[in-house]
């Protein structure tokens, strides 16, 4: 017997939409939902249509509601928290982290040179600006989400979902300072030239469609950040052992 064919309900269809602007990252995780007029307006659906369709994403764990409205979840979350706190207490994981990232990200930036929409690319030139005047100013913490902005762009705009929420999920432990100080990288002579120059060749070329380039731009970059976390941890290790070698009175007796 052949089942019949029967139409899904709005709610499902509404759903099926916010789940698929979810995937394709239009919209993010952790950003707040328009309120519920606003979206209702927007999607062109009824208020309860959408308050049932929102409800179904949750029930999925896609989105989270509450007093001050729906948000989009952290849904990686529970792969990246328990995560985060395994690598914090590794020597080694800076290291991983960015042999990962030079697999991951150098195929993602020759993606991008080749699949960037005009819209994209134009995103590239608008943060590569603001990375160059964020470095004209002198102005680290600045210069540090343009960075992380950069790489993002690359993740978009290679159009693989998987790439663009793994490594998505990657640089938000960045952010927080997982495996290094962003700022204390950035105060070290010289770095903040050296890897305003590399993010410069990377955009340069996705921006010309060159993905060779845009590839080695990327794994040389990543090779490089690994380089100078690896010193800079070195020097934070003997600058620590001097001082504790200097506080050492009070330990001994006279």
Do not use: C, W
């Amino acid at each position: 017997m052949i089942d019949p064919v029967r139409p899904a309900k709005l709610a499902e269809t509404i759903a099926g939409h916010i789940e698929r602007l979810i995937l394709e990252g239009v919209i993010r995780p952790g950003e707040k939902l328009a309120s519920e007029r606003d979206l209702a307006e927007r999607l062109e659906v009824s208020r309860p249509s959408l308050r049932e369709a929102l409800q179904l994403l949750e029930e999925r764990g896609l989105v989270v509601t509450g007093r001050g409205g729906a948000r989009v979840a952290q849904f990686l979350a529970p792969l990246t928290d328990p995560l985060a706190a395994l690598l914090r207490s590794n020597a080694q994981v800076a290291e991983d982290y960015f042999e990962y990232r030079e697999a991951v990200e150098g195929k993602a930036a020759g993606l991008a040179a080749l699949r960037a929409s005009p819209l994209e690319r134009a995103a590239f030139a608008a943060v590569l600006d603001e990375m160059a005047q964020a470095h004209a100013q002198n102005d680290p913490a600045r210069e540090a989400e343009a960075d992380i902005a950069l790489h993002r762009l690359v993740y978009e705009a290679s159009h693989n979902l998987v790439i663009l929420h793994v490594m998505r999920a990657f640089s938000e432990l960045l952010r927080q300072d997982i495996f290094f100080s962003r700022i204390n990288l950035f105060a070290r002579d010289g770095v903040r030239e050296a890897l305003l120059a590399q993010h410069q060749a990377i955009g340069a070329a996705v921006l010309a469609g060159d993905a060779a380039a845009a590839e080695e731009a990327s794994r040389a970059h990543m090779r490089f950040s690994s380089r100078a976390i690896a010193e800079l941890r070195r020097d934070e290790a003997r600058l620590a052992t001097a001082v504790r070698r200097l506080g050492r009175a009070g330990l001994v007796a006279d």
